[in-house]
């Protein structure tokens, strides 16, 4: 029973390239959650996604970031023209119903902007 | 606006020596509460929860926590640490079932505590 996916495991970019972080969630789950982590902090919210339907993206910046989680496919974090401020982990969680039920973690894109 | 404290960056302990890992929380009803262990460029595992009901929680790895609702806390606690048990660990709220008080909709975390066990 796969857990959650996420891919790459580590990117590296430019400043100014765009960045593409994707995630599977667990069999079963239809709810999706981005956090970003800087170093030496917690984990903050980004983003939750329903199937085809962004629920809350309270924590997103409102510029260069935008997320989505296809009706097929994996939910895609998608950060254009980034920045060395982008330099963060940023880990994918999913959980099977609408509130807040268990969320179970993905080990994480690490992204280092050059 | 909901927040959790986590006041010791740093804890070592010894091998075989008692552990427990603070956590304050501050939220307008009694939210859904987690611990998650992190280690080395890895994600993170859920040790944890509480939801309702006894406020002395089992977990994984040999951990428990307790929920105090007068102090607002959800202490870790494990009796004997292996070396094994270094690691980030990091408290999390969330929002219980039909609340309505507002916040974002993903869990809340500590900072963390870097737990670091000497031999």
Known sequence: ?114 | AQSVTQPDIHITVSEGASLELRCNYSYGATPYLFWYVQSPGQGLQLLLKYFSGDTLVQGIKGFEAEFKRSQSSFNLRKPSVHWSDAAEYFCAVGAPRGYSGGGADGLTFGKGTHLIIQP
């Not at chain 1, 990117?11 to 069999?27: T, Y």
């Not at chain 1, 983003?47 to 924590?59: H, R």
């Not at chain 1, 254009?80 to 969320?103: I, K, M, W």
């Open chain 1, 1 to 114: 029973n796969a857990g959650v996916m996420q891919n790459p495991r580590h990117l590296v970019r430019r400043r100014g390239q765009e960045a593409r972080l994707r995630c599977s969630p667990m069999k079963g789950h239809s709810h999706v959650y981005w956090y970003r982590q800087l170093p030496e902090e917690g984990l903050k919210f980004m983003v939750y996604l329903q199937k085809e339907n962004i629920i809350d993206e309270s924590g997103m910046p409102k510029e260069r970031f935008s997320a989505e989680f296809p009706k097929e496919g994996p939910s895609i974090l998608r950060i254009q023209q980034v920045v060395r401020g982008d330099s963060a982990a940023y880990f994918c969680a999913s959980s099977p119903g609408l509130y807040q039920e268990t969320q179970y973690f993905g080990p994480g894109t690490r992204l280092l902007v050059l």
